[in-house]
């Protein structure tokens, strides 16, 4: 779990939707609310001033929309978490979205505790790429081939911990399956993200099927 409190921005041009995102995220008190917006130019004005850990981001907004707001915001503080919120599961807006930078997204129909979940676990930088966004991936660079693995940048032991990271498997998974502590899985997914100069692991994801490193013949998630 969390174990220093998360400061979040909520970004939302509701106020209703404020009001149940903000009661969900109040709820664990390893989470922290610092200040809310309504559109993507508070959204970078609010994160200049108060710096928080992570967002919260509407997509559909007046102005400078979440998509917008999330390549800016991106570009200027990279280190700083962003978790798109929709009423909808439409996933080619969420996939932009993760182009940008983003870690990841939420509905806002599910439940607390799921919210919850997520949330810890992106913290965390844990938070597993979703069957949805794989899938997606998957179709937007299905013309890869299957890199070689010579002259590779990553090890055969980090290669596995890839195709896992790929299938959406958390790290507890990925250390059941290598029979591995999931302290060592989280050394090498450091190790992973430092050698391809990548922030996440969905950013690891997308960048691995546009090299063509995942074994596609293998995946029989779909």
Known sequence: MVQACCRILIIDDHEHAREGIRTIV??????????????????????????????????????IGGLEATKRLKNSFPYIKIIMVTVSDDITHLFEAIKYGAQGYLLKNLQPSAWHDYLHAVALDEAPVTKELAFRMLKEFNMSPTASDENHPLTTREQQILQLVAKGNSNRDI????????????????????????SNRVQLTRYAYEQGWINMQQDDRF
């Open 26 to 63: 109040e709820m664990d008190p390893h989470f922290v609310i610092i200040a809310e917006g309504t559109s993507g130019e508070e959204a970078i004005e609010l994160t200049s001033q108060y710096m928080p850990d992570l967002i919260l981001m509407d997509i559909q907004m007046p102005g």
């Open 175 to 198: 250390a059941t399956e290598l029979n591995i502590s999931e302290h060592t899985v989280k050394n090498h997914l450091k190790n992973i993200l430092q050698k391809l100069h990548l």
